[in-house]
């Protein structure tokens, strides 16, 4: 690579992506007023945030997985596969035109990033939803607060390109403040709440490094405070730190569970992004058969490191109906385990390894009675894989 041409190849492409990302976006959702889908609580406030369900109709999700923005910044390829993704996130959003969008994790591939500018690919990734007036939430993976990884060719004839760091803000004094410890969960976490339609939180400071592990409150259109669903979210590590769920998070989870639905009489749905150990016990061996449903199993589950209890507190609860995750980007399948399903999204982005189409797997909460059923709609409209879950 010609080193002076680094700086063009990095920043020009968020620039390029910046413009791209909003074609085909509208400045309203359903043509409904914005009170009727942004209403939330103040930050702080004791109550569980709560996301209303519009009156008369199903409350529909939209899970994007494994987008990977940044990827090889410093080719031609890399910005470009940015573009398609957003592509094939405005098709899906054009189709659906979901209530809510979850971002499932390694949203940005951070070891590809030179330095401390993440967020910046983050907020491309979440544009496509923030230009519709869609809220969403999101949780972390394993890439996206990983150590940039020098590529081995840069230490070669011409050698490594030089650097030039973003500025930091008003305070920003020169390249004395540049860093190689790219962007942690904390900035990343910080800079998305930032924007009004976030819906994603610290968590629980006692918890971190581990950060996106709270909850929301699905509520009925009738009465704000009467809960539909509630939305679990659980960092499952990676990156900066072991790829687990840890035994505080499950106390964390059983804790405010007693808190807000002592009684389980309230449906529970749990995302995060590695899948953990149960998975590779439903894992279908060949091909895909029910009681299964899905269109790729193309690879092994690759599972979180350990296991330290918060699946067996998820199976004894009549509350909880499913799992969601990411992180394999060719298993896209639903599978029973004891009383709830094991769910994986479908790989969205064209970030990330492997050739297999792009899509997102949505999700259909009804309140009365309730009901959970999930589809997977493909970049080119195709819609497969419809499962009723609860």
């Known amino acids: 690579m010609?080193?002076?041409q680094w700086w063009k190849k990095t920043l020009l492409p968020l620039l390029f992506l910046a413009l791209f990302s909003t074609v085909g976006s509208s400045s309203s959702?359903?043509?409904l007023p914005s009170s009727a889908?942004?209403?939330r609580l103040p930050r702080g406030a004791a109550a569980e945030r709560r996301v209303p369900v519009r009156p008369g109709a199903p409350f529909k999700v939209a899970l994007f997985a494994d987008l990977h923005f940044g990827e090889n910044a410093w080719t031609n390829w890399g910005p470009l596969q940015d573009v398609k993704s957003i592509k094939v996130m405005n098709s899906v959003l054009d189709n659906e035109a979901p209530d809510f969008v979850?971002?499932?994790?390694d949203v940005v591939t951070a070891n590809n990033m030179m330095v401390a500018n993440a967020?910046?690919?983050?907020?491309q990734a979440t544009s496509p939803a923030r230009n519709r007036g869609i809220p969403w939430a999101s949780v972390f993976g394993n890439h996206d607060d990983a150590s940039f990884e020098w590529p081995l060719e840069w230490f070669s004839t011409p050698g490594i390109p030089p650097i030039r760091c973003p500025q930091a803000g008003p305070s920003y004094t020169g390249e004395e403040e540049c860093s190689f410890r790219g962007t942690g969960r904390l900035e990343l976490m910080k800079n998305e709440i930032q924007h009004n339609e976030s819906f994603s939180s610290y968590g629980p400071r006692n918890l971190w490094p581990s950060v996106s592990n709270y909850v929301l409150q699905v509520s009925s259109p009738d009465d704000p405070k009467s809960p539909v669903a509630f939305l679990y979210f659980l960092d499952s590590g990676g990156g900066s730190y072991p790829e687990v769920i840890s035994s505080s998070q499950a106390e964390w989870f059983?804790?405010?569970?007693e808190e807000i639905n002592s009684d389980s009489r309230v449906p529970e749905i749990i995302f995060w992004h590695i899948p953990s150990t149960a998975y590779k016990k439903v894992a279908p061996k060949f091909g895909i058969r029910k009681p299964c449903v899905g269109s790729i199993n193309k690879e092994r589950v690759a599972a979180q490191e350990a296991e330290t209890g918060i699946m067996d507190l998820l199976v004894k609860r009549t509350s909880v109906k499913a799992i969601f995750v990411g992180h394999n980007h060719?298993?896209?399948w639903c599978c029973p385990h004891k009383k709830l399903w094991l769910c994986y999204a479908r790989h969205t982005g064209y970030g990330g390894y492997g050739d297999w189409?792009?899509?997102a797997r949505i999700l259909e909460i009804t309140q009365k009675p309730f009901s959970l059923r999930s589809w997977i709609r493909m970049e080119d409209g195709h819609v497969h894989s419809e499962v009723v879950l609860s």
């Open 37 to 39: 889908i942004r209403f």
């Open 102 to 105: 979850i971002y499932l994790g």
């Open 119 to 123: 967020s910046l690919y983050w907020d």
């Open 2 to 4: 010609e080193t002076h």
């Open 254 to 257: 059983q804790q405010k569970a």
């Open 357 to 359: 189409p792009r899509g």
């Open 330 to 332: 060719g298993l896209d």
């Open 29 to 31: 959702h359903h043509g």
